[in-house]
């Protein structure tokens, strides 16, 4: 059973930086790629950035590039996620996902999720 651990969420500033990671456990086989994904309240869940398996592809929303940078280390089962001049707008809990598939970006698309991790950013 693939588990996908969340951390490093918190409050931080407008302009400052996060880094998040997860953590994967269990059998993670049958996982490809990974994504991270952000959900605001009363908005629906929408991609953010998602990294191949040997992480050598990466694929980011309009929203992140230039200031996210998703990376990863496979020998501790670990996707990072670097967040760099943040923005109130970025406010949201953040979640990692793990597909079949390479750099997908449909929530659909995704068959194990973490319990997420907030951000908030204050202005």
């Known amino acids: 059973q693939v588990q996908l651990v969340e951390s490093g969420g918190g409050l931080v500033q407008a302009g400052g930086s996060l880094r998040l990671s997860c953590l994967a456990s269990g059998g993670t086989a049958g996982i490809y790629g990974i994504g991270w994904f952000r959900q605001a309240p009363g908005k629906e869940r929408e991609f953010v950035a998602a990294?191949?398996?040997?992480?050598?592809?990466?694929s980011y929303a309009d929203s992140a590039k230039g200031r996210f940078t998703i990376s990863r280390d496979n020998a501790k089962n670990t996707v990072y996620l670097q967040m760099n001049m943040l923005k109130p707008e970025d406010t949201a809990v953040y979640y990692c996902?793990?597909?079949?598939?390479?750099?997908?970006?449909?929530?659909?698309?995704?068959?194990?999720w973490g319990q997420g991790t907030q951000v908030t950013v204050s202005s």
């Open positions: 996902a793990g597909s079949r598939y390479n750099l997908a970006v449909e929530v659909t698309s995704y068959d194990y």
């Open positions: 990294i191949s398996w040997g992480g050598r592809s990466t």
